[in-house]
């Protein structure tokens, strides 16, 4: 089972950045997919970017704003976050889809943009 460790969220004011990160317990050989998602209170878990063989998916509610990478494709992703808005507070999850069909989910992280 891979476990997954996130940081980096926290409260920020509306305009401001934050940056997630997303590591594996483990060296992951075979990753089909990584990427975040979340969920706002009262709404369901939604995707926000996930890299997939060689290209990244983004919400629409995110393009222009947010960035994944996965440098060196070691297994750690990164979300930069910018531009935020009140609209993007909510607990973040990593995610990764591996081997043969197997799922991980970080514990999830809560980002809060307000003024």
Do not use: H
Not at 30 to 46: C, F, L, S, V
Not at 90 to 113: E, F
């Amino acid at each position: 089972q891979v476990q997954l460790v996130e940081s980096g969220g926290g409260s920020v004011q509306p305009g401001g950045s934050l940056r997630l990160s997303c590591a594996a317990s483990v060296r992951v050989f075979r990753i089909n997919a990584m990427g975040w998602y979340r969920q706002a209170p009262g709404k369901e878990r939604e995707l926000v970017a996930a890299l997939t063989g060689g290209s990244t998916n983004y919400a629409d509610f995110v393009k222009g704003r947010f960035t994944l990478s996965r440098p060196n494709a070691k297994n750690t992703v990164y979300l930069q976050m910018n531009s935020l808005t009140p609209e993007d507070t909510a607990v973040y999850y990593c995610n990764v889809n591996y081997g043969l069909g197997y799922a991980s989910w970080g514990q999830g992280i809560q980002v809060t943009v307000s003024s």
